[in-house]
């Protein structure tokens, strides 16, 4: 079998519903409760991560997976960006964000580039465990839609410039595989649910 690779994106914040560059927040007290209601059964893995950040952990303790903080996991660094809404900067100077969303390496926020986000995810990929005829290798990461976007451009060998064109929405699931030469997207923005059977 392949090495597999779940990967979840955390519970939705009040930055994601403002549009805003988060800071690291908590997740919201109705996401809390949508948690709840999903009764999400995780499927088996040996490896559990999480993001560093509250919002990734809180997601899954919420899930109730014991998880591991990993910091190639981390989101996006937004730099002075961070805490501010899209609309905000947009009205105040549209250039830079023009810029950021159509330069992969560009870094007007004095963060971290798209271009450096997707080289983190890709050497991250590189790591995970391989399957052995006597060992399965399923790793179950909670992170966010950056992160899974990059994962996915690696994954299909996309250009960068194809990063905003990928919906990662609040707790949905993306499925890698790995056959020990090269990656292949299973599926990808799957809603959590109890019904959920691994493919």
């Known amino acids: 079998m392949p090495t597999r690779l779940t990967l979840i994106s955390h519970a939705s914040t009040s930055a994601q519903r403002l549009s805003a560059f988060p800071a690291d927040e908590p997740i919201e007290e109705s996401a809390l409760t949508k948690l709840a209601a999903i009764n999400w059964q995780s499927p088996r893995a040996q490896h559990i991560l999480t993001a560093p950040e509250l919002r990734t952990q809180q997601t899954a303790e919420a899930l109730n997976l014991t998880a591991t903080p990993t910091n190639e996991l981390r989101d996006i660094a937004y730099g002075i960006w961070q805490g501010r809404t899209l609309n905000d900067l947009y009205a105040e100077d549209p250039a830079p964000i023009a810029q950021w969303l159509s330069d992969p390496n560009s870094t007007p926020h ?21 399957e052995t005829p006597d060992t399965h290798s399923h790793t179950i990461a909670i992170t966010h839609p950056a992160v899974i976007r990059a994962a996915i451009l690696h994954t299909l060998n996309a250009p960068p410039q194809s990063f905003w ?28 649910s109890p019904s959920y059977q691994e493919p």
């Open 110 to 130: 004095n963060g971290e580039s798209i271009a450096h986000l997707i080289t983190r995810v890709t050497n991250w990929l590189a790591t995970l465990p391989p």
């Open 165 to 192: 064109r990928i919906d990662i929405a609040p707790l949905t699931l993306t499925d890698l595989r790995h056959n020990g030469r090269t990656w292949t997207l299973r599926s990808t923005a799957l809603p959590l």
